[in-house]
């Protein structure tokens, strides 16, 4: 996760029941101690799904999308701001408001994909590298992901 932390470190307390005895109600802390630690598998779990295959960080908030090569479309250098949210398992939301379009693009493999517009306009993210794709009938533009502040 290159250091980023999903959640507080998780410390035994006897008020949960997690650790210790139960201060006089002997047997309530084994059974809430049972629920603590299925919330604290439930949490993790969440985090390892929100974190995305292989560990690698998740792909939420504000990042700017860069064109790399314009294919004489779009000239390179433009700068759009994309707002990225999971959505579910291999779901990722990704929204550009100054275009006007919100998909939820499908993990196929590494890369995650979405469609645009009427015609056959793909977008395709590699999730790995940040380096992203829009292929359309007869050409391909491409670009980067940067993550903002």
């Known amino acids: 996760m290159q250091g980023k932390t999903l959640f507080r470190e998780w410390t035994a307390d006897p008020?949960?029941?997690?650790?210790?005895?139960?201060?006089?109600?002997?047997?309530?802390?084994a059974v809430v101690g049972l629920k603590g630690a299925a919330v604290v598998?439930?949490?993790?779990?969440?985090?390892?799904?929100?974190?995305?295959?292989?560990?690698?960080d998740p792909l939420a908030?504000?990042?700017t999308m860069t064109v790399t090569?314009?294919?004489g479309?779009?000239?390179?250098?433009?700068?759009?701001?994309?707002?990225?949210?999971?959505?579910?398992?291999?779901?990722?939301?990704?929204?550009?408001?100054?275009v006007g379009w919100n998909?939820?693009?499908?993990?196929e493999g590494d890369r995650w994909v979405w469609t645009i517009g009427d015609g056959p306009l793909t977008h395709s993210l590699d999730q790995k590298t940040l380096t992203g794709k829009l292929t359309g009938s007869s050409t391909t533009v491409w670009w980067v992901l940067t993550k903002n502040s």
């Open 73 to 98: 479309i779009v000239r390179a250098g433009s700068e759009y701001t994309w707002f990225l949210a999971p959505c579910g398992a291999d779901c990722l939301n990704v929204r550009d408001t100054a």
């Open 41 to 56: 598998a439930a949490m993790v779990g969440a985090a390892v799904a929100v974190a995305g295959p292989d560990g690698l």
């Open 15 to 29: 008020r949960f029941g997690v650790a210790g005895g139960g201060g006089g109600r002997e047997g309530r802390g």
């Open 103 to 107: 998909k939820n693009a499908h993990l």
């Open 69 to 71: 090569d314009g294919a």
């Open 61 to 63: 908030g504000t990042y």
